[in-house]
C-alpha cells in the first residue's frame, strides 16, 4: 500500500503514547524505589544502592517464597500440561463433534469465573466440616479432613484449584490444535495398524510440539500471578507454605511493615524473570 | 475392534466426570446461596431444601456490596471504553499499515499483558498517594486502561487482519478515504471478533484483583475486593450470603462465555485455512 496516508499516525499515535507512559512510569518508578529505603509510613526515602537487594539473599522468609513459587510453578505448569493434552485427545477420539462443540463450552466455565469466585467455591468445598470435596472422606473415616491447614497438602489443595481452571480450558485449545492437523498422517498411521496411543505419540503430538510448547510457557507466566486464590484460600499459610513471590511481596510492602521499597525490589525481580520468559516465548513463536 | 470401543468408553467416562467437576462446583455454590443457613451448616450435604432469596436480599441491600458493583462496573466499562477507542483503530493501523516498527510494537504490547501485577501495584500505590489520587475510581480507570488497551490491540490485530484486502481495495477504488474504509468498511467487517477482544477485555479486568487490593482502601473498591472480605470473616460465617455474592460477582463473565468461545473458534480457523 503505497499511500501516505495521514491514517497510521493518527491511528497509532494516541494508543502507543498512552500505553508508554502507562507501563514505563511504573516499571521505572519500581526500580528507583528498590534503590531506596521507602516505608508507607514515610512519604521520602534516602538512596541505598542494592541494600534491598542484598538483603533478600539472606532473607529466610524470601529463599522459602522463590522454594514455593518454584513448587508452585512446577506443580501447576506440569498438571496443567497433562491434563490438558489427556483430555484434549479424549474429546478429539472419543465424542462426536456436536458433543465436542458443548463440552468444549463446559471446560472454558472454571477459567472464565473470577478467581476470587473460584478461590471462594473451592475454599468453601474443602471446608472440613461443610464442605462437599471432603464430605466422602470424612463419611467413610468419620474424621474431618482440613487440607487448606496442612502445611504438607496446602499447596497442593491451591494449586487443584488453578489447574481445574486452566487444564480444563487448555484441554479445549489442544483439541482446537489437534483439528487443524492435515487428516493424512493419522490415516497413513492407522493403515500400518498403529494403536490409539501410538498415532498420538508418534504422530500428532509431535506435529503439534511448537505450540504445546508456547502453551507452557504462557502457563508458566500465567502461573506467576498466584496471589488472587492463594490471598482468598489460604494468605500465604498455614505459616509460610504457601507464601509465593508476589504474596510475600505483598505482606513485606502492606500488611507487616509497610516496607514498600523491600517489596518493590522483590517486584523488580520477579519483573525480570518474566521478561525472560516472554521473550523466549516471543522469540520461539515467531522463527 | 471391541477393545477399541471399551476405550472410547472409558474416555468417554472421563470426559462426562471432568464436564462434571467443570460445572458442578459453581453449580453448587448457586445453590448454597439459595440456601438457609441452616441448610448449609450441615453434616451431610443437602440437595433438597425450601429455598431462600435472603441471602441476595441481604447482599444486594449491603451499602458495601451495591458500592462494590457500581466501582466494578464504572471502573471496568470506563477502561473497556477507553481502550477500546484508543486500541481499535491502533490495531487496525498496524495489521493494514506494517511499517518496520510493527513486530516491536507488538512484543511491546503483549509483554504488557504479561507484566506480573504486584510489579505495576506497587509503584502505582506511591505514584497515585503523591498525586492524591490513591483510592479514587480516577486512578483505577487509568490504571485498568493500561491491561484493555493493551488486550484489545492484541486480540483486535489477527481480527482486522482477517478483512479481506480486496474489499478494501474496492472501496479505495469507489473514491472511499483511508478513514472512511476503517469506519464504514473494516469495523463492522471485523466487529464480530472485535466484540470477542472488547469483552474478553472487560472479563479481564472485572475479575482482576490484586491492583484493586493495592491500589484501594474503602471509596473505590471493587467487587472482588468486597466479595474477598466477606469470605475472610471470623466464626459465624454468613456462608448463604458469601455464596450469593460469589455468584453476583461471576454473573457478568459468564454472560460473556458464549462470545469468548467464539472468539477462540474463529481464532483456530484462522490457522487452518
Known amino acids: ?287 | 475392534m471391541s477393545r477399541r470401543s471399551t476405550g472410547r468408553l472409558a474416555g468417554r467416562a472421563i470426559l462426562l466426570l471432568a464436564a462434571f467437576s467443570a460445572v458442578f462446583p459453581a453449580f453448587w455454590t448457586a445453590l448454597n446461596a439459595f440456601k438457609n443457613r441452616v441448610d448449609i451448616v450441615t453434616p451431610t450435604p443437602l440437595f433438597i431444601f425450601t429455598p431462600t432469596l435472603d441471602n441476595f436480599a441481604y447482599v444486594l441491600g449491603r451499602d458495601s456490596v451495591f458500592d462494590g458493583l457500581f466501582n466494578s462496573l464504572v471502573t471496568s466499562g470506563a477502561a473497556v471504553l477507553i481502550g477500546a477507542v484508543l486500541g481499535l483503530p491502533a490495531a487496525y493501523a498496524i495489521a493494514r499499515h506494517p511499517h518496520r516498527w510493527s513486530k516491536d510494537i507488538q512484543f511491546f504490547v503483549l509483554s504488557l499483558r504479561f507484566l506480573p501485577p504486584v510489579a505495576v501495584a506497587i509503584p502505582l500505590m506511591v505514584i497515585w498517594l503523591q498525586l492524591e489520587l490513591y483510592d479514587t475510581r480516577l486512578s483505577l480507570i487509568i490504571t485498568y486502561t493500561l491491561l484493555t488497551l493493551a488486550t484489545v490491540v492484541w486480540l483486535s490485530v489477527p481480527a482486522f487482519a482477517r478483512v479481506p484486502k480486496e474489499v478494501e481495495e474496492a472501496a479505495r477504488v469507489d473514491g472511499y478515504g483511508p478513514y472512511a474504509i476503517f469506519f464504514l468498511i473494516a469495523l463492522p467487517i471485523a466487529s464480530r471478533s472485535l466484540i470477542g477482544a472488547v469483552a474478553f477485555a472487560f472479563v479481564l479486568v472485572w475479575n482482576e484483583f490484586l491492583i484493586a487490593l493495592m491500589l484501594t482502601t474503602s471509596d473505590a473498591k471493587t467487587l472482588p475486593i468486597v466479595a474477598s472480605e466477606l469470605t475472610q470473616l471470623g466464626r459465624d460465617v454468613p456462608w448463604g450470603i458469601l455464596n450469593a455474592s460469589v455468584v453476583l460477582l461471576s454473573i457478568p463473565p459468564l454472560l460473556f462465555i458464549g462470545v469468548l468461545s467464539g472468539m477462540l473458534n474463529s481464532a483456530f480457523k484462522r490457522k487452518s485455512s
Open chain 1, 1 to 287: 500500500m503505497k499511500n501516505k496516508s495521514t491514517l497510521p499516525w493518527v491511528f497509532l499515535t494516541p494508543a502507543m503514547v498512552v500505553l508508554a507512559v502507562l507501563a514505563l512510569v511504573p516499571t521505572v518508578c519500581a526500580i528507583v524505589i528498590s534503590f531506596e529505603d521507602r516505608e508507607l509510613s514515610r512519604p521520602d526515602g534516602n538512596f541505598v544502592g542494592f541494600d534491598n537487594y542484598l538483603a533478600l539473599f539472606s532473607d529466610r522468609r524470601f529463599v522459602n517464597a522463590i522454594t514455593v513459587s518454584l513448587s508452585w510453578e512446577v506443580i501447576t505448569v506440569g498438571f496443567t500440561m497433562l491434563i490438558a493434552v489427556g483430555l484434549g485427545i479424549l474429546l478429539f477420539e472419543c465424542v462426536s463433534p456436536r458433543t465436542r462443540k458443548i463440552l468444549a463450552l463446559l471446560f472454558i466455565v472454571p477459567v472464565v469465573l473470577p478467581r476470587v469466585s473460584a478461590a471462594f467455591v473451592w475454599k468453601f468445598a474443602f471446608h472440613p466440616l461443610y464442605g462437599i470435596a471432603t464430605y466422602p472422606y470424612k463419611a467413610i473415616t468419620g474424621q474431618p479432613l482440613d487440607l487448606l491447614s496442612n502445611p504438607l497438602t496446602a499447596l497442593g489443595t491451591v494449586a487443584l484449584v488453578d489447574v481445574w481452571q486452566w487444564g480444563l480450558f487448555f484441554s479445549v485449545i489442544v483439541l482446537k490444535l489437534l483439528e487443524t492437523l492435515p487428516p493424512q498422517p493419522f490415516e497413513a498411521a492407522r493403515l500400518d495398524h498403529a494403536r490409539t496411543w501410538e498415532v498420538y505419540t508418534y504422530v500428532a503430538l509431535p506435529m503439534l510440539k511448537a505450540p504445546l510448547i508456547s502453551l507452557a510457557f504462557v502457563k508458566m507466566i500465567e502461573s506467576l500471578r498466584a496471589f488472587d486464590l492463594i490471598y482468598v484460600m489460604t494468605r500465604g499459610g498455614p505459616g509460610i507454605s504457601t507464601e509465593t513471590l508476589d504474596m510475600y511481596a505483598f505482606s513485606q510492602g502492606f500488611i507487616e511493615s509497610g516496607r514498600i521499597s523491600y517489596a518493590s525490589g522483590m517486584a523488580v525481580l520477579m519483573m525480570i524473570a518474566t521478561s525472560l520468559a516472554f521473550t523466549v516465548i516471543w522469540k520461539r513463536a515467531k522463527i
